[in-house]
């Protein structure tokens, strides 16, 4: 990804006219909730404004809570959940990319047993998706 992204930060309209005015991308945060109301007025919104920006185009996925080096079987199925929610959403959209948070919190596990915990995670995630998205994993914490 070498290029500039506009994070849209829930202001569709000015993020798209910045990026079609500069020949910019977008990062896609109006996903970020998996709890909001009215989703598919808003995916039918960003459909509209999507396509008229040419630069690339990603999506922010959910982060608050989630690990994906989990020991709770709960928390990690629910990463899963809202991972799969990400990936289906930028499908949807066209997105070719996702932004993650990996959810480590120094200190509170070992940290190789969260690496491998989370290795895990990853190749379960990927066992049925193709190549056409690829995710961005932000490092908040050092690992």
């Not at 500069?22 to 808003?42: A, K, T, W």
């Not at 404004?49 to 709960?74: C, E, Q, Y």
Request: net charge negative.
């Amino acid at each position: 990804m070498r290029e500039i992204r506009v994070c849209d930060e829930g202001n569709l309209e000015a993020a798209a006219k910045l990026c079609i005015e500069y020949h910019l991308g977008i990062e896609v945060q109006g996903f970020i909730d998996p709890y909001m109301e009215h989703r598919e007025e808003v995916i039918k919104s960003y459909k509209k404004v999507l396509p008229r920006i040419n630069g690339g185009k990603s999506l922010h996925a959910p982060f608050w809570d989630l690990n994906v080096g989990t020991k709770m079987r709960l928390l990690r199925q629910e990463t899963m959940n809202m991972f799969q929610y990400a990936y289906d959403i930028s499908k949807e959209l066209g997105c070719t990319e996702i932004v993650v948070h990996n959810g480590y919190i120094p200190g509170t596990y070992y940290e190789k047993s969260w690496l491998e915990r989370a290795r895990i995670f990853w190749q379960e995630f990927f066992e049925d998706k193709d190549d056409s998205i690829v995710m961005y994993i932000i490092m908040v914490n050092r690992i």
